[in-house]
């Protein structure tokens, strides 16, 4: 059974508001019209199943406990649990935005690839398409959060289990 992860950017003081409307966000995006929207608006973020990849790609840790290439993904306060142990909202908030983007803006792919590519499985047949599908994942999360700071807004992260 796999986990997915949708991130969508919000009001900085959208918590302030509940946990319970944050859901409602996310729950709208399963619609695929609103879906499609939000990922073209930058509102929403969806790494799919292929967050843990996207996350060890950034820090070279599956589970990184502080600094900034942990923030992207991982990041943030829990601020919700549902269904399962695996089914969790996590909060980064204005500030935490402001460093998580000025980390990805700093990286330089193919580095941080090379460094990471044993730890990615990115050898043999693969290695190219999984370069590719992390090269894409990586420019939409940097989009995302360049436009979350820029806006001064917060980020709410949702895993799923399936």
């Given amino acids: 059974m796999g986990n997915s992860m949708r991130m969508r950017r919000v009001p900085a003081d959208e ?7 944050l859901e409602e966000g996310f729950s709208a995006t399963r619609n695929n019209e609103v879906f499609a929207s939000e990922i073209q608006s930058g509102t929403l973020c969806s790494l ?12 070279g840790e599956e589970f990184p406990a502080t ?7 991982l ?10 142990p695996v089914d969790v909202m996590v909060w980064l908030d204005a500030d935490g935005v402001h460093v998580a983007h000025e980390y990805l803006a700093s990286i330089e792919f193919d580095a941080l690839f ?3 590519r044993k730890k990615l499985g990115a050898v043999g047949d ?8 992390l ?7 940097q989009r995302f959060y360049g436009l979350a700071d820029a806006g001064h807004e917060a980020v709410v992260k949702r895993v799923y289990s399936r």
């Fill in 135 to 141: 090269r894409r994942r990586l420019q939409d999360l």
């Fill in 15 to 21: 918590l302030q508001r509940g946990v319970p409307l």
């Fill in 48 to 59: 799919g199943e292929e967050w843990r990849t996207v996350n060890l790609l950034l820090t």
């Fill in 67 to 73: 600094g900034p290439a942990s923030l992207p993904v």
């Fill in 75 to 84: 990041g943030g306060v829990h601020v919700g649990s549902f269904a399962t």
């Fill in 114 to 116: 090379d460094l990471h």
């Fill in 126 to 133: 693969d290695a190219a398409e999984i370069e590719q599908d």
